[in-house]
C-alpha cells in the first residue's frame, strides 16, 4: 500500500494474513461490493492490511458470501479473489489467537472433539455423583411438589455448579473480548460511544448483516438471495436470549418471591423457556440443513466450531423440552441430570467454543461505527 | 439471444416475458457469463426529480447535450434521443427485476446526481438477471459460441455453433459484444500499436458474430479505429483486468511519454468527464505508453491503485527506474513548474491553479512537483469496447443493403456505436444496452408471434 514493497497479487498459497492482505488490496481498488455490508467501507479507512486490520475486517464479516457471488475477480479470473474465505480463515485464526489461557488455542482445531469430550466428562461425573449421593431409588421415584427439582440436585449445590461454570466460562471469554479490544486499538473517533452501540447492538439484534445491504438476504447456495439463514440464525439468538431470561425471572421468583421451581406451566420462567427452547431448535435445525448448501467456493472450512455450537446448543433444549413435557414422571430425575450436565458443560466450553463470535461482531461492529460516523470514509473521488 | 450479458439478458427477459421462447446463448462457462457486464458499475439514468439513489435532476435534455458534447455529433440523433428517453424506465424495470441499486458511497460526489450504481457491481447485476431469466423460462445454455447465422434473403432461419451444431430460430438479437479482445482486427486500423493495447474487459468478445453479420452485408456503423478506451495501469493483465487497473492520480501531476514530453492538459475538467479520452491520448504516443506523475502533495488525493507507485527521492533517479532520457524529464518538470501560479488549490472545483506559458498548458489543479518522493504510475490504452458494429434502425433490427431484416436485432456493444461515433461518458455503455436490449427482445417476440399467427 505505501509502495516500498509489493506483494505478489497473483500468489495464491499464502498463510491466512498473506492472503488477506492480498484479497484486500485488490479489493480496496476496486470496491464494488461496498453496498453490502461495512466490511468494505472499512477497508477503505485502513493504511495497510496487517494482522490489527485483517482481525478487524475478519469479525466484522457476519459470512453472508454476498461478495464472493458478486466478484469479477473470483476463480476462475487469475486474482482468484475469495473474500468469504479469507476472511472466514483469519477468523478462525484469530479466535485462536485471542483464547484465554493460550494454551487452549487447539481447541478451535478439534473443536467438536473437544466439546464431546467435555460433555462426556461432566455427564459421566454428573451421574456418577448424582447416583452416590441421590441413590437409584430417589433417581427414578416420581417428584410434584415444589422443589422438585431440588430432591435430585440441591439447591445449593445447583447454584454452586451452575455459577462457578459460568463464571469460569464468562471470564475466559470476556478476557478474550479485552484482548480483542485491545487489538483494535483507537482509530480516529468519528461517531460517538452511545451512537456507535446502539449501532452495533441494533445491527445485531436485526442481523442486518445476513440482509445482503438491500434487506433481501444473504446468499447461500448460489446467486439468489434468501433470509433463510437470517431467519434461522434469529431462532436460535433470541431463542437463547429467551432461555437466559428464563432463568433470570426463576431466580428472581426463587431468591426474591420464595417460589421453587418447578413453577406452572403459563408461568413467565416456563414460557419463556420453553419459547425460547423451541427457537433454538427450529432455528438450529434451519441452519443445520443450510450449512450444508454452500456453493462450493465458499463451504465452511473452519472446521466443526459451529456444528458443536448449534448442536450443543439444541440437545441441551430438546432436554430441556423433554425435561418439562415429563417433569411429573419418573424420568425427571434422569432428564434433570442430563439437562444439567448439558448446561455446564455449556459453561465451561464459552471460551472454547463458537460462542465469542457474539462479543466478538459485537465489538467489531462498535469499532465500525466509532470510527465512521456515516459509514464510510470519506474517500477521494474516482 | 446470442450473448449473455447485460444486452441479451435484457432481451431475453422482455421476449420471454411476452411470451415468446427464449434461447440465450452465452460463449462463456458459467462462471465466466456476462462478458464485459461483469466489469460494468453503473448506468446514466436520466431522472426529473430525486429518485431512490439517484440525487438530484438530470432531465432526458441534459442527458443528450452530455452525449452529443462527448461526441462531438457523431452520433445517430434519433437513436441516442431514444437512449435517454427510455433510460428511466429501464433503471425501474431492473429494479423491478431483482437488480439492486446503491448510492455511490467511495466519493464519486458527482455521479450520482446522474448515475446509477449496481450494489456489487456488473456481476450482481447479471446474477440478478441470470436468475430472474431462469424463473420465468429463459433456456440458458452456457459455452454456446455461435459463429454464424444462417440466412435466406432477408431472414435469418438458424444459428450455427462453432460445435457444428446448427439451431434453427425465428428471430435472434446479436448482443455478443464488441471485438476489443481480438487484437488482429484492432490491428488492421491501428497497426502495430493494437499490440500494446490492453483489453479491459471479457478475453471472449472476439467479435465473430459481428465479422459474421458484417460479412454477410449487413451494414456497419461506425469507425473500426474508434472504442471506448481508458488509461490504466500498464502493468494489469493483458485481458480482463477490470476496473482495478484504472488510475485516477492523473488530475493532480503531469503526463509524459517516453520522451518525458507532456501532450495535454491534464486538469482539463474533472476526472470522470475527461477520463474517457485519455486511452485514446496514450495510444496515440510513441510505443503506447505514458507516465503520470504525482509527487508527495499528491499522496491521499485519488484512490489507492493496485500497483504500487514507482518511486525515487530524485527526478533523475525517477526517470532511470522508467527508461525516461533524463534531461528532458527534468527540463519537463522545472518548466511545468516554473509556469504554475501561487493560487487557491481545491480539487473539488475547477480552481484557478492554472499554468501559464507553456505549449500546453494545465488549466486546473496545477501545482509545481517539487515534494519527493516522486511517484510515477505507468500507463497503458485499457480498451473498454470497440465502436465499429451494425447499423440498427429504431426497432433495434440489422439492415442489409438498405433493406431491413425483419427478424435480427442488434443490442449492447454490437450496436453502442450507433450512438457512440466517438467519445464516451460514464454509464453510457450500459443505457445503450438495456435500452436496445429491452427493444430488440419486444419487436423480436412481436415477431415470432406474428409469424406463428
Known amino acids: ?382 | 439471444m446470442v450473448g449473455g450479458g447485460h444486452a441479451g439478458l435484457c432481451a431475453a427477459i422482455t421476449a420471454r416475458e411476452a411470451g415468446a421462447r427464449v434461447l440465450l446463448l452465452e460463449k462463456g462457462e458459467r462462471a465466466m457469463r456476462a462478458g464485459n457486464t461483469r466489469h460494468t458499475r453503473n448506468l446514466r439514468v436520466a431522472h426529473p426529480h430525486p429518485v431512490d439513489v439517484l440525487a438530484g435532476e438530470y432531465s432526458s435534455d441534459e442527458f443528450l447535450q452530455d452525449l452529443l458534447k462527448v461526441t462531438g455529433g457523431n452520433t445517430n440523433l434519433s437513436l441516442a434521443a431514444i437512449t435517454v428517453e427510455d433510460s428511466f424506465e429501464l433503471y425501474q424495470w431492473l429494479r423491478a427485476r431483482g437488480v439492486h441499486f446503491q448510492k455511490p458511497l467511495s466519493g464519486t460526489l458527482n455521479l450520482s446526481r446522474t448515475n446509477a450504481f449496481f450494489l456489487g457491481g456488473g456481476c450482481a447485476l447479471a446474477n440478478s438477471l441470470y436468475t430472474h431469466a431462469e424463473d420465468i423460462g429463459v433456456d440458458i445454455r452456457y459455452q454456446a459460441d455461435v459463429e454464424r447465422l444462417l440466412w435466406q434473403d432477408n431472414v435469418v432461419v438458424a444459428v450455427g455453433l462453432s460445435s457444428g451444431e446448427v439451431i434453427p430460430v425465428g428471430a435472434v438479437v446479436a448482443a455478443a459484444g464488441g471485438f476489443q479482445a481480438n487484437l488482429d482486427w484492432l490491428a488492421e486500423s491501428w497497426g502495430d500499436a493494437a499490440r500494446n493495447f490492453l483489453v479491459r474487459g471479457t478475453p471472449l468478445n472476439t467479435g465473430d458474430l459481428l465479422s459474421d453479420l458484417l460479412d454477410e452485408g449487413c451494414e456497419a456503423q461506425g469507425d473500426p479505429s474508434q472504442f471506448h478506451a481508458v488509461a490504466i495501469d500498464a502493468r494489469a493483465p493483458a485481458f480482463d483486468g477490470g476496473i482495478v487497473s484504472r488510475l485516477d492520480c492523473v488530475p493532480f501531476g503531469i503526463v509524459v511519454n517516453k520522451l518525458g514530453e507532456r501532450f495535454y492538459d491534464e486538469g482539463e475538467d474533472f476526472w470522470p468527464k475527461r477520463y474517457a479520452i485519455w486511452g485514446r491520448l496514450v495510444a496515440a504516443q510513441p510505443e503506447q505508453i505514458a507516465y503520470a506523475i504525482v509527487d508527495a502533495q499528491a499522496r491521499g488525493c485519488f484512490m489507492p491503485s493496485l500497483f504500487p507507485p514507482i518511486q525515487a527521492q530524485t527526478l533523475p533517479e525517477l526517470a532511470e527506474q522508467l527508461d525516461l532520457p533524463a534531461d528532458a524529464l527534468v527540463a519537463t518538470v522545472e518548466a511545468f513548474n516554473r509556469a504554475t501560479r501561487e493560487r487557491t488549490f481545491n480539487p473539488d472545483e475547477l480552481d484557478d491553479c492554472a499554468t501559464e506559458g507553456l505549449a500546453i498548458n494545465k488549466s486546473h489543479w496545477a501545482r509545481p512537483l517539487r515534494a519527493p518522493p516522486y511517484a510515477a504510475y505507468p500507463l497503458r490504452p485499457g480498451i473498454t469496447f470497440t465502436y465499429l458494429g451494425v447499423r440498427v434502425n429504431e426497432r433495434g433490427q440489422v439492415l442489409k443493403n438498405g433493406v431491413v431484416c425483419a427478424n435480427v436485432f442488434a443490442a449492447g456493444e454490437i450496436m453502442a456505436g450507433n450512438v457512440l461515433g466517438e467519445g464516451y461518458c460514464a454509464g453510457t455503455g450500459m443505457t445503450i444496452g438495456g435500452v436496445f436490449g429491452r427493444i430488440a427482445g419486444a419487436h423480436a417476440s412481436a415477431w415470432v408471434g406474428d409469424e406463428r399467427r
Open chain 1, 1 to 382: 500500500m505505501n509502495g516500498a514493497e509489493t506483494i505478489d497479487l497473483l500468489r495464491l498459497d499464502g498463510d491466512a494474513l498473506e492472503e488477506g492482505e492480498r484479497v484486500m488490496q485488490i479489493c480496496n481498488a476496486c470496491r464494488y461490493c461496498e453496498g453490502f455490508c461495512p466490511v468494505f467501507p472499512a477497508m477503505t479507512q485502513q493504511a495497510q492490511f496487517g494482522e490489527r486490520e485483517l482481525s478487524y475486517l475478519a469479525h466484522l464479516c457476519h459470512n453472508c458470501t454476498a461478495c464472493y457471488h458478486a466478484c469479477q475477480y473470483k476463480p476462475p479470473h487469475d486474482f482468484a479473489v475469495n473474500v468469504p474465505r479469507a476472511l472466514t480463515r483469519l477468523r478462525a485464526e484469530s479466535f485462536a489467537d485471542l483464547v484465554w489461557p493460550g494454551f487452549m488455542r487447539a481447541s478451535f482445531a478439534r473443536n467438536g472433539t473437544l466439546t464431546a469430550l467435555i460433555v462426556t466428562v461432566v455427564m459421566l461425573v454428573l451421574v456418577s455423583a448424582s447416583f452416590y449421593l441421590q441413590g437409584a431409588d430417589t433417581l427414578f421415584a416420581v417428584h410434584r411438589e415444589p422443589g422438585a427439582f431440588y430432591q435430585i440436585i440441591g439447591h445449593g449445590l445447583m447454584v454452586v455448579l451452575s455459577g462457578g461454570c459460568l463464571l469460569f466460562g464468562l471470564t475466559g471469554v470476556v478476557i478474550s473480548g479485552l484482548r480483542f479490544r485491545q487489538q483494535l486499538g483507537h482509530g480516529a473517533h468519528t461517531g460517538g460511544r452511545w451512537y456507535a452501540l446502539r449501532r452495533a447492538l441494533a445491527a445485531a439484534a436485526r442481523l442486518d448483516h445476513l440482509g445482503g445491504g438491500h434487506d433481501d438476504g444473504c446468499n447461500t447456495a448460489d446467486e439468489r438471495f434468501s433470509n433463510a439463514r437470517r431467519y434461522a440464525h434469529h431462532g436460535v439468538m433470541w431463542g437463547f436470549a429467551l432461555c437466559f431470561a428464563a432463568t433470570l425471572t426463576a431466580s428472581f421468583y426463587e431468591l426474591v418471591l420464595g417460589r421453587l421451581s418447578p413453577f406452572p406451566y403459563l408461568s413467565l420462567p416456563v414460557v419463556l423457556g420453553t419459547t425460547g427452547g423451541v427457537g433454538i431448535l427450529v432455528g438450529g435445525a434451519g441452519l443445520l440443513v443450510l450449512r450444508r448448501r454452500f456453493a462450493e467456493g465458499v463451504r465452511e472450512d473452519k472446521g466443526s466450531m459451529d456444528l458443536a455450537f448449534t448442536l450443543l446448543l439444541m440437545v441441551i433444549s430438546a432436554t430441556g423440552l423433554a425435561l418439562l413435557a415429563l417433569r411429573e414422571s419418573v424420568a425427571m430425575g434422569s432428564l434433570l441430570v442430563v439437562h444439567l450436565a448439558l448446561v455446564l458443560s455449556f459453561f465451561v466450553l464459552l471460551p472454547y467454543s463458537k460462542a465469542p463470535h457474539g462479543l466478538y461482531r459485537l465489538l467489531a461492529l462498535y469499532t465500525f461505527y466509532r470510527t465512521s460516523e456515516s459509514g464510510v470514509a470519506p474517500t477521494p473521488r474516482s
